[in-house]
T-cell receptor, first 115, second 112 residues
């Protein structure tokens, strides 16, 4: 069964450094998402992406964050200058279509630790 | 805006007992509701979803959920708990066209 994959599974970085989290969505999916889950808290929406553009973003997704689909298979989340509070599990998701009923399939996550 | 509230951050049941995980939703439009499960160190797996076709929704691993508009609820049940059901369960609602809004999660412990 096709699945969303994410690399790395765990990333440790120093505060102020840039990190890039990578995702490979399911191949025929057109819509891509990033969510994060701070330890002990709920999963929070960050951003959605379609047709090489951000289509929706949350208030969390400030200028420090950016997303890109650099080629036909990868979808990346970049954090320009990491802060301690960026430590979280980051989930990528993809869906075939958009709309209330379409299912988002989630990857296993990247645990980001900012020291 | 859409939101979900999960009642009980931790639930313990005996193996073979009924599992009941509670979720109430708030939505300004007809909601589409989901239950996801997260096993330790893994991603989020869709258990089931409600999309207005039928109020009783059957999912994977013997789980089901019933949409009750009058109670704004979408509780998750399983008749007989198995040790492998121990995980964290998230209720979620679709908000807007793309954003999924999650509840705070309920950790299910199954006692042998």
């Amino acid at each position: 069964e096709p699945e969303v994959t994410q690399t790395p599974s765990h990333q440790v970085t120093q505060m102020g450094q840039e990190v890039i989290l990578r995702c490979v969505p399911i191949s025929n999916h057109l819509y891509f998402y990033w969510y994060r889950q701070i330890l002990g808290q709920k999963v929070e929406f960050l951003v959605s992406f379609y047709n090489n553009e951000i289509s929706e973003k949350s208030e969390i997704f400030d200028d420090q964050f950016s997303v890109e689909r650099p080629d036909g298979s990868n979808f990346t989340l970049k954090i320009r200058s990491t802060k301690l509070e960026d430590s979280a599990m980051y989930f990528c998701a993809s869906s075939e279509d958009v709309g209330y009923t379409d299912t988002q399939y989630f990857g296993p996550g990247t645990r980001l630790t900012v020291l | 805006a859409q939101s979900v509230t999960q009642l009980g951050s931790h639930v313990s049941v005996s193996e073979g007992a009924l599992v009941l995980l509670r979720c109430n939703y708030s939505s300004s439009v007809p909601p589409y509701l989901f239950w996801y499960v997260q096993y330790p160190n893994q991603g989020l797996q869709l258990l089931l979803k409600y999309t207005s076709a039928a109020t009783l929704v059957k999912g994977i691993n013997g789980f089901e959920a019933e949409f009750k508009k009058s109670e704004t609820s979408f509780h998750l049940t399983k008749p007989s708990a198995h040790m492998s059901d121990a995980a964290e369960y998230f209720c979620a609602v679709s908000g807007g066209y793309q954003k999924v809004t999650f509840g705070t999660g309920t950790k299910l412990q199954v006692i042998p």
